[in-house]
């Protein structure tokens, strides 16, 4: 079906220039007109005209021909999160399509803006079971933001200028854009204007003032607030609000995995991690704080632990954009509805500056018991095996926060988070609400396309890496610098620790025979070297970061370590466990 | 919190694949869809889903806020029983000799508020309006006569206020 004329407001929007082409070029001009610089994808039957649209237009964007289309799509997501940009991808049709559900699954629940581009069989085989013909449209459906088939090329122009502003207002998050062969081909009178409206889509809901004046009054008279902020903080572009606000109100402020980087590590108000793996303080007091201020983040169940036990004594005040997150699992006494950048601009007048110095004590307190108890270990093991603590720390050392730090899924993950420091927004990569192995590595190529001036360190298990370990050849081809650090135990480690602390140490298919890694990155004719001893391991690391282009250093870890503090699974976050 | 039919409305523009997005919300938390009916709306060209759902008011109005997510929903809320008038139309198909064994089919319809449909050689079709009870209570009724075939619509309903959310989507619509 056509998208109604009444649909689009074209009064803002001019029109760019009208001619006779075909629907595969049109995409490609749209692109262009859209500012797509890469698109990342593999081609098919079902796409090949498009792909011959993009063949003419190689100056203008670079392809990267990944070697696997969910290496495509974690690419375009890694590129996504570091220039807040949507991802591009392209994939063909079934098959093609099919390996981009993982990505979108990832970007849908991570609020990635992504538009993905499938080919489809001709719209006369629809439904006839023709070859690689799969319901896109169907399957995809509970995994984007907004779906939609083309069948006929006057629908492209409008349909992906929707696709573009769908997936980069409000709440970022992936699209896809499903084109029969037929309508590649066909021509047609082509105009391109931008979309800014649609009328039955409220990107950013109105903020209600009241709402405002109740949160500020809730904040002035805390004696204990405690902020915790995620991903909206960044997505909203709202840092330096941010970090006005905490400044002004003294307010301690704590971070999801996924708003890590919004405020520098080392902001003397930072006070960590939240939890599963989170730091002591955060954890503990989340359930002594008087008023707990929430920017940006969802309550996802890895933070709150059990629901019941956590901040019952709070009064909740929940900055969101996305209204069907208010009371979806916390429910909050003080919802503020809106875009962050504009809540917190708001909220900043009203606060009054403050300072709460025994109350921050507190965390300082519990992260000297965590220093003592768990990171000291961590970082400066008195065992043989290296930690992933301490390779990461002297990584930091090198890097001064200033890298684009990606993680793929597991301990290595929790301990990346942990302990990477960051000095910049937007760099800190990881697969958060999904959990996807193998989204390390081609996020970090994305990521480094996205900021090329920028070091980029993808820090990978053996497990993970495994996964789509053949994007290494995408990384050897477009000659992208990425500085890809595994950390090898031998084991798929989180699983391991489980196992060991809830299942009687029955390690079931989780100790991994592997291959020579050192060999297969060779033949990636990427430069390598193995660690397996510390006082090698900061000389290997300098090289790992100086050598101009990409780079992969295996450093051998303890088989065993665990990750701590623990929120044991069902337990509330201040029953966290430090060992 | 306990479970009690709900009715849920939805106005939303006339796309394909609307319904299914719309049903997967429900199919990703277990909730079983009573009925569900879509239809041309008093807006031209808007259309309006009816959903009758027994579940929490909790579980509903988190449905109710992931439906109005979705794209091409211009505005959904949910209603208990006594906040809307509702009706659902039941067909049955009886023999027609039932017809000839004297008036007492006649006088079970006329009981009933029903009426006949069509009157054909061998059957005869019977409609009727109402709560659930009230079909449910004719097609007890109508046991005894042997009933060829049943069917019963999904629920549609208006609110009980003056306008309801048409009102908003009014304004959302003379906005843009």
């Not at chain 1, 859209?34 to 237009?57: K, N, R, S, T």
């Not at chain 1, 105009?191 to 809901?205: A, L």
């Not at chain 1, 004594?313 to 208010?326: F, G, S, T, Y």
């Not at chain 1, 307190?365 to 961590?378: L, N, P, S």
Request: proline fraction near 4%; aromatic fraction near 8%; include cysteine.
């Amino acid at each position: 079906m056509k998208i109604m004329e009444s649909q689009i407001v074209t009064k803002q929007n001019k029109k760019i220039n009208t001619e006779l082409i075909k629907g595969a070029e049109a995409v490609v001009k749209i692109l262009i007109e859209e500012q797509v610089e890469v698109a990342f994808g593999y081609p098919g039957g079902a796409i090949m005209p498009i792909y011959d649209a993009l063949y003419d237009e190689q100056d203008r964007i670079q392809h990267v021909l990944a070697r696997h289309e969910q290496g495509a799509i974690h690419a375009a997501q890694g590129f996504a999160r570091v220039t807040t940009k949507p991802g591009v991808c392209l994939a063909t049709s079934g098959p093609g399509a099919t390996n981009l559900i993982t990505g979108l699954a990832d970007a849908q629940i991570d609020s990635t803006p992504l538009v993905c581009i499938t080919g489809q069989v001709p719209s006369s085989l629809l439904g006839s079971d023709a070859f690689q013909e799969t319901d896109v449209i169907g399957i995809s459906m509970p995994v984007t933001k907004w779906n939609y088939q083309i069948t006929d090329a006057n629908e492209i122009p409008e349909v992906l200028a929707k696709a573009f502003y769908i997936a980069s207002s409000g709440r970022p998050g992936p699209v896809l854009i499903d084109i029969t062969k037929d309508a590649q081909f066909q021509k047609f009178d082509y105009s391109y204007t931008c979309f800014k409206k649609i009328r039955s889509y409220v990107p950013k809901p109105e903020i209600d003032p009241s709402s405002i004046e109740k949160a500020a009054s809730a904040i002035n008279y805390a004696k204990r607030p405690l902020i915790l902020f995620g991903q909206g903080v960044i997505l909203a572009n709202a840092e330096k609000e941010f970090k006005k606000l905490i400044e002004k109100t003294g307010i301690p402020a704590a971070w999801t995995i996924l708003g890590l980087s919004a405020l520098e590590t080392d902001h003397p108000l930072n006070v960590g991690m939240l939890g599963m793996h989170g730091n002591y303080g955060p954890n503990l007091l989340t359930n002594e704080c008087d008023v707990l201020i929430a920017i940006g983040m969802r309550f996802d169940d890895r933070v709150t632990g059990n629901l019941s036990k956590y901040a019952k004594q709070a009064k909740v005040i929940h900055l969101e954009i996305d209204p069907a997150e208010i009371n979806k699992n916390v429910k909050a006494d003080i919802p503020v509805l809106g875009d962050a950048k504009e809540t917190i601009t708001h909220l900043l007048k009203l606060v009054k500056p403050s300072s709460h110095e025994s109350w921050l004590q507190r965390f300082i307190d519990c992260a000297k018991i965590e220093q003592e108890k768990v990171i000291d270990k961590e970082l400066n093991p008195d065992s043989e095996t290296l930690s992933m603590g301490e390779v990461i720390n002297i990584i930091n050392k090198h890097t001064q926060g200033d890298a684009i730090i990606v993680s793929d899924v597991g301990q290595h993950q929790m301990v990346t988070c942990r302990y990477s420091k960051f000095s910049k927004s937007k760099s800190n990569i990881t697969s958060g609400g999904l959990g996807t192995m193998g989204f390390g590595l081609p996020a970090a190529l994305g990521a480094k396309l996205g900021a090329p001036d920028r070091t980029v360190i993808a820090v990978i298990g053996d497990g993970g890496f495994q996964m789509t370990i053949q994007e290494l050849a995408t990384i050897y081809q477009t000659k992208a610098k990425v500085k890809v650090l595994l950390l090898n135990n031998e084991f798929l480690g989180m699983v391991r620790q489980w196992q060991q602390l809830f299942f009687e140490k029955r390690y079931s298919s989780t100790e991994m025979i592997n291959p020579d890694f050192q060999t297969i990155v060779k033949g990636y004719y990427i430069p390598t070297k193995k660690v397996t001893e510390r006082d090698k391991l900061e000389k290997a690391i300098e090289e790992f970061l100086n050598f101009d282009g990409a780079y992969f250093l295996e450093v051998m870890v303890g088989k065993e370590n665990n990750v701590f503090p623990m929120v044991p699974s069902g337990a509330g976050v201040s029953e966290i466990r430090l060992e | 919190m306990e479970k009690e039919e709900f009715t849920i409305t939805a106005y939303t523009e006339n796309h394909v694949g609307l319904l299914h997005r719309i049903t997967i919300i429900f199919t990703k938390r277990k909730v079983n869809i009573e009925s569900i009916t879509a239809s041309e709306s008093e807006k031209e060209g808007i259309h309006r889903f009816t959903i009758a759902v027994t579940e929490t008011e909790e579980a509903v109005e988190k449905i109710v806020k992931q439906i109005e997510k979705q794209i091409e929903v211009l505005k959904a809320d949910y209603y208990k029983n006594k906040e809307v008038v509702q009706q659902e139309v039941a067909l049955y198909k009886i023999p027609s000799k039932s017809l000839t064994n004297g008036i007492e089919v006649e006088r079970i319809v006329r009981q009933h508020n029903a009426r006949f449909l069509t009157i054909e050689k061998d059957f005869l079709v019977i409609e009727k309006a109402g709560f659930r009870r009230e079909t449910k209570a004719l097609f007890d009724d109508l046991i005894p006569f042997g009933i060829n075939e049943f069917v019963r619509s999904g629920r549609i309903a208006v609110s009980r206020e003056e306008h309801g959310i048409g009102e908003y989507v009014q304004q959302i619509l003379s906005k843009n």
